[in-house]
Nanobody, 124 residues
Framework: QVQLVESGGGLVQAGGSLRLSCTPS????????AGWFRQAPGKEREFVAA????????YYADSVKGRFSISRDYAKNTVYLQMNSLKPEDTAVYFC?????????????????WGQGTQVTVSS
């Protein structure tokens, strides 16, 4: 069964950068929209960014526009989330998400596969 595997989380100071990676493991995954969600302690999981299968369109939450960038590397079959100008309020567990059959995962109900999550902590 295909699983999504994230990496790249960690501890960073405010104003710093991190890049998260997400790669399908255990099988082939094609024709999927990809996205990132995050969940802070005591809060609901929220949408962060998404990209279509062919990277023709990207979508961002207002809170990360201009600071985060989602992209895909087809040769490596990897989805990235480049996070710049990080703020303490970006601290959360970040989850990779996939929407099958070209679905774009911009809400929890549009996600068919989840990664296990990776912790991002931004210190002030």
């Amino acid at each position: 069964q295909v699983q999504l595997v994230e990496s790249g989380g960690g501890l960073v100071q405010a104003g710093g950068s991190l890049r998260l990676s997400c790669t399908p493991s255990g099988g082939t995954l094609r024709n999927f929209g990809a996205g990132w969600f995050r969940q802070a302690p005591g809060k609901e999981r929220e949408f962060v960014a998404a990209v279509t299968w062919r990277s023709t369109n990207t979508y961002y939450a207002d809170s990360v526009k201009g600071r985060f960038s989602i992209s895909r590397d087809y040769a490596k079959n990897t989805v990235y989330l480049q996070m710049n100008s990080l703020k303490p309020e970006d601290t959360a567990v970040y989850f990779c998400a996939a929407g099958l059959n070209f679905r774009i995962p911009r809400s929890i109900g549009e996600v068919d596969l989840w990664g296990q999550g990776t912790q991002v902590t931004v210190s002030s």
